[in-house]
């Protein structure tokens, strides 16, 4: 949202042409608020919308994160960290087919 650059590292799981990402692919997110001062904080809310999964994913523990899984897959959180100064978090998602046998925890 807002017309931030989208970067692309080309790999055998990215269909360039149909702006596919097929299984073994990944998507890396990366992004930043403004500089916090005595005004505003630099918080930041990441949306993403795919045809697989929807979510929203904070920069702070205090602040709700979801997911909303689409019929035929599941996702769930491989990791959920927070730096205490609030300067940034990271995420890991797995995403997979509803049909996969691999478990993990949601």
């Known amino acids: 949202e807002g017309g931030s650059p989208c970067h692309v590292i080309h790999t055998i799981e990215y269909d360039t042409s149909n702006a596919v990402l097929h299984p073994g692919g990944i998507l890396i997110y990366v992004g930043w608020g403004a500089v916090p001062n005595s005004?505003?904080?630099?918080?930041?809310?990441?949306?993403?919308?795919?045809?697989?999964?929807?979510?929203?994913?904070?920069?702070?523990?205090?602040?709700?994160?979801?997911?909303e899984v689409l019929r035929g897959y599941k996702v769930g959180f491989l990791e959920k960290s927070f730096d205490e100064s609030g300067w940034w978090a990271k995420y890991w998602m797995l995403l997979q087919s509803d049909d996969s046998n691999e478990e993990f925890d949601a």
């Open 39 to 67: 005004m505003q904080t630099g918080r930041v809310m990441i949306s993403i919308e795919t045809n697989s999964f929807a979510c929203s994913l904070a920069d702070s523990v205090s602040q709700t994160s979801s997911v």
